[in-house]
């Protein structure tokens, strides 16, 4: 990867649609551009209208463009932004001529990586950029904006504070005779203080961070399949009267109420006929373990019926046969009519949604540098308490060194790669 390049992607996702749109970026970025759009004279930041000729004659589309001019772009280079008719050959096509012009195809998260290297953002936020796009409810997006704010402004605070303690010290062990400071501790206390909090919220968030399992389940033939087809609104799940339809699990992800969960529909749990309803009721008992929420779907039409499981969404079935009204104990559904199935789905999200959402959406890269910086800084005001400012010293400035790897103030290659390696091409 040559940062000098100038690069092109996608920045929409492949396949038909509205709009497709292609971005530049790089010093010759409007030099590519130009022998397709006529850019002389255009003022940055404003759109355009034009058509994109190809090179062996004849038009590819009418498109709308953007130009900017650095350091004002995303990335802080010169950029160009292409707006195109959504077809995927219209696309491919131009991406072709784009990079036969000299531009290079970009990597997974390059013109991201570009923004940090040219000091636009710091890297947690441009990992915050992936978690914002891969969130999966609301609240996941709130916890994501509300770390990418308290970076710039709390954790940065802390650190211009920490590096002044750290001149004072310096000046007291190199200059004891000539330098009569008495210094104030004050600033480690309110670092460590304010990182454990950012620390803990942070910890609070790590179950949110991917998309839960919602797993429907119950006795053969208590209509899961019904259910999940229900809420799909298509026929994914075979459904037949006789039981024992479903052998292996089938999972969607669906969105309700601005929360993100991947519903799976399971065998039916029962005495095992054979070994094949063995093996699948294994692989549904095995699924509940890592569920989120587990829906219990009981038969409405049987005689009796099982009691509530009080860590369950508790279901029953099939009330447009039965009448049943347990309303009180139960989530009454019928498949056949999609009666129910708002309130089924309400209640799940009521159960995915955390408690307090006063958290902090995190990468597990800088929780990890979070808690180191914490531990040195712990150890440095301790040493400090005794008076030892050397080894007070030390830890200072691994804490230090741990913050300045948290927000990309010092970083590696290997760093950047593993930060952007899970991106899009375009982002």
Not at 144 to 152: A, D, N, P, S
Not at 323 to 347: N, P, Q
Request: net charge negative; aromatic share 6%.
């Amino acid at each position: 990867m040559n940062d000098d390049d100038t690069i092109v992607a996608p920045a929409t996702p492949t396949g038909r649609g509205a709009i497709g749109i292609i971005r530049l970026s790089g010093e010759a970025a409007w030099d590519i551009v130009s022998p397709y759009i006529a850019i002389k004279d255009r003022e940055s930041r404003k759109i355009y209208k034009s058509t994109f000729p190809l090179k062996g004659g004849g038009i590819l589309d009418e498109i709308a463009f953007i130009l900017y001019r650095s350091p004002s772009s995303y990335t802080g280079e010169d950029m160009v932004e292409l707006f195109f008719h959504g077809g995927m050959v219209i696309v491919a096509t131009a991406l072709d001529e784009l990079i036969r012009g000299g531009a290079r195809m970009a990597e997974p998260g390059e013109f991201t990586r570009r923004a940090f290297l040219n000091g636009k953002i710091d890297l947690v936020t441009a990992e915050s950029i992936e978690r914002l796009i891969d969130a999966p409810s609301k609240a996941s997006l709130t916890a994501t904006t509300r770390l990418m704010g308290l970076i710039k402004q709390n954790v940065n605070y802390h650190i211009i504070s920490l590096e002044r303690l750290r001149t004072e010290i310096i000046a007291s062990i190199e200059f004891p005779e000539d330098v009569d400071i008495d210094i104030d501790l004050a600033p480690l206390e309110e670092a460590v203080s304010a990182l454990k909090e950012i620390s803990q919220k942070a910890e609070k968030a790590s179950p949110m961070d991917d998309i839960p399992m919602v797993v429907l389940t119950g006795k053969p033939n208590s209509g899961k399949s019904s259910i999940f087809n229900r809420i799909l609104r298509e026929e994914r799940a075979i459904v037949h009267h006789e039981a024992g339809t479903t052998r292996d699990f089938i999972e969607a992800t669906f969105v309700h109420n601005s929360i993100a969960m991947k519903i799976i529909d399971t065998a039916g749990i029962d005495n095992p006929k054979n070994h094949i309803d063995k093996i699948a009721m294994a692989r549904a008992s095995a699924l509940l373990e890592d569920a989120a929420v587990t829906v219990w779907i009981q038969d409405s039409t049987l005689q009796c019926l099982e009691d509530p499981v009080p860590s369950f969404v508790n279901v029953v079935n099939k009330v447009d046969l039965s009448g049943c009204d347990h309303s009180d104990r139960f989530i009454l559904v019928s498949a056949k009519k999609g009666t129910g199935i708002e309130r089924l789905l309400d209640v799940i999200c009521e159960n995915l949604i955390p408690i307090e959402n006063d958290y902090l959406n995190m990468s597990q890269r800088a929780r990890d540098r979070i808690k180191n910086s914490i531990s040195s800084l712990e150890r440095s005001l301790a040493a400090f308490s005794e008076e030892t400012l050397d080894i007070g010293l030390i830890e200072l400035e691994r804490g230090l060194e741990g913050l300045y790897l948290l927000t990309g103030k010092e970083y590696s290659r290997d760093i950047l790669d593993d930060v952007f390696k899970n991106f899009c091409i375009g982002k």
